[in-house]
């Protein structure tokens, strides 16, 4: 079986779905290889051999039809970009890193549209960070060779999707179709390639196409088209997020003209038992989730009783076979948080299946991959961990998780510190108050560097009409305890749900930039609305006051719902000024700025506070002493004595990449020195937190909740001796 990531999702670590499905048939004892089309493609014209040939059909382009301006110009630097093309792609992949220093004098790079972003790079990057000031201009000259070909040769290609529009509003086979039957342009002839030579040694008899967006169904199809071709014997599986989401419906039996079946859901089951079905029917005649032709009509398969398989019974992903070492780290923002997502080749792992919450009324909590929800022994999600570290050679992980549940991230801390690896690791998160300052500190000596969560709209009654199960005031504490704490913080924004008035709207930009002054959140994105077929909102629309109007479902994709929102706001023509503010606001700029600059039109004050996230900052949350279950615990700390004063002891506290000294009172380094290895986390009891502070508030006369707010307690925790909830 060969298994292929169409293009495009990442150029910078491929993406999960083929590794996870190459462990497990290989576990089943099944041969299979992998691959990423997207590297292939974009590594295939990125030489100075493939944009050669790009160059050559400009030129006739020109003659024939003409070229836009920036087209033209960067032609015209043809020679430049030939030059260059190799050395940025093999700087992109950590190679020969010592040309940083010419890119970063802009004197080397030819640069076009993109470049004109630029201002100050010293201001962004110091004038130290060479190599990430080089890496940044060499992601703009990449993006602008991307839209030059997007623009001419090849007008399907982004610099992460190919051809996204046709497959996003596919709600007929009929455009697909079209688009798949016309003469390929330079970009799909170079996909056929690609696909070809993985049958060069030999013919598979089984692809697997995993396609998790719009943007990767052309790029699937073409491909699965120029198999039929050459090899009509091989079997063309189609899988993913946009089949899950997208083809449920499914009644158009043309889409298997070029594909044989199409799977739903987790695609282990499915696959092995689909498997199972090609090597003898009669004896498996059962198939699972799957989509079929028979007699010209489509069939959706999904009698085999059982079959599937638990989130903590998976053998880790296999990454053998993709090429790690030739993926490109790339940025176009020279923001920290932003950067994750295209910077670094990153092991991409869950630590859950599904959403604990699955309430959020515009998500598709209906799915399974969002409805059922699993979990694994944090002992095995490191397991795994170590093996794809021992096969890929790299330490960093992004659990991809709907929502990564709190307590199966503090468990996976505690087994990471308890085990002792070195790791970097992020995830998406709910905002929720589980997150303490502590269990941050905890995620933080880890390994935990970012994490990215959805604040959505910042305004308590939508967030309530929601059903998000936070409040304002309760994700500013939350994401001040990850800042705190050191971990970088994305937050996903909406505009546009349903009943959202124009004050709203405003009040929520208000907010958001209150919480970029207080630097309790790095990084943001704001998208507007979208209502989905298998959402709360798309299910129930009267429910949210809003009307569907479209489209008309003709056999193929349905998940996208056009739709009317009469109480609401206008809410398209506010994108463009939210943006402009997120912006400036993750670049540091414009936090002083009236919310009217960034809008071309008027727009009412906003009616929220000046103060409101600094007041909400200072709001305290309820005591540790009224919840039960909170442990003391420490990982590798030293308390040392130095010296003592009037029933004082001054103590260095050392560990988890802190050091510090202050004072303790005399009774409570007594306690801890007798207590200390008790409470190491390799040992995983821990020390009871209630009893802990009512013996010290004892000792000491004063009550326990006093305790809790002296510097000195203070000054142990944020070293080291973590109240976690257990």
Sequence with gaps: MLLLIPPLTQLNTPYPATAYLKGFLVEQGYSVHQGDLGLDLILELFT?????EIFDQLVELQQTEGLDIEVSEMLRK????????????????????????????????????RFQAVTDLEWYFGTNSVQDQARYLCSLYLEDLVDMIGASVGPHLEISKYAERIGRTASSFEPIKEELNFEPNLVDLKLQEMVARYFEKEVHEVVGFTVPFGGNLYGALKCAQWIRQHHPETKIILGGGYANTELRDLSDPQVFDYIDYITLDDG???????????????????????????????????DLIGGDFGHATFPAPDYSGLRMDEYLSMFDMPNPMNRLWNDGRWNKMTIAHGCYW??????????????????????????????????????GFHFVDEAAPPLAMRDL???ILKRGIQVSWWTN??????????LCRLLAASGCIAVTGGLEVASDRLLALM???????????VTKAFSDAGILVHAYLMYGFPTETEQETIDSLEVVRQLFEAKVVQSAFWHQFAMTAHSPVGKDPDKYQVIRTGPEFMGFANNDLYHED????????????????????MHDNGLDFPLQEFFDFPIPAPTVPRKRIQKALKQREESILKIPGYRFFQHGVLLTEVGRKKGQVKVEMQGNGRFEEFSLPEEVVLDLNSKWVAMAMHLGEGLEVKATLETWAMMLGISADKILETEWFKALSRNGLWTIRC
């Design 48 to 52: 100075k051999e493939g944009l050669s």
């Design 78 to 113: 043809r020679r430049l970009y030939e030059n260059t093309i190799e050395t940025v792609v093999g700087f992109l992949q950590h190679k020969h890193e010592t040309i940083a220093y010419r890119i970063a004098q802009r004197n080397f790079l030819p640069e076009g549209a």
């Design 268 to 302: 282990e089951g499915p696959i092995l038992a689909l498997l199972k079905h090609l090597e003898d029917p009669e004896k498996h005649p059962h198939l699972k989730r799957t989509f079929h032709r028979k007699d010209g009509e489509v069939v959706f398969q999904d």
């Design 358 to 395: 699955k309430r959020c009324s515009f998500c598709d909590v209906t799915l399974d991959y969002i409805g059922r929800f699993e979990e694994a022994p944090a002992s095995k999600l490191v397991d795994r961990m170590e093996q794809v570290m021992a096969q890929t050679g790299e330490s």
């Design 413 to 415: 801390a505690m087994e």
């Design 429 to 438: 998160i709910r905002f929720e108050k589980t997150f303490t300052p502590d």
């Design 467 to 477: 059903e998000k199960g936070v409040t304002i005031d309760q994700v500013s504490r």
């Design 566 to 585: 009469p109480t609401g706001a206008d809410h398209e023509e506010y994108g463009e000024g939210l943006r402009k503010a997120l912006y400036n606001y």
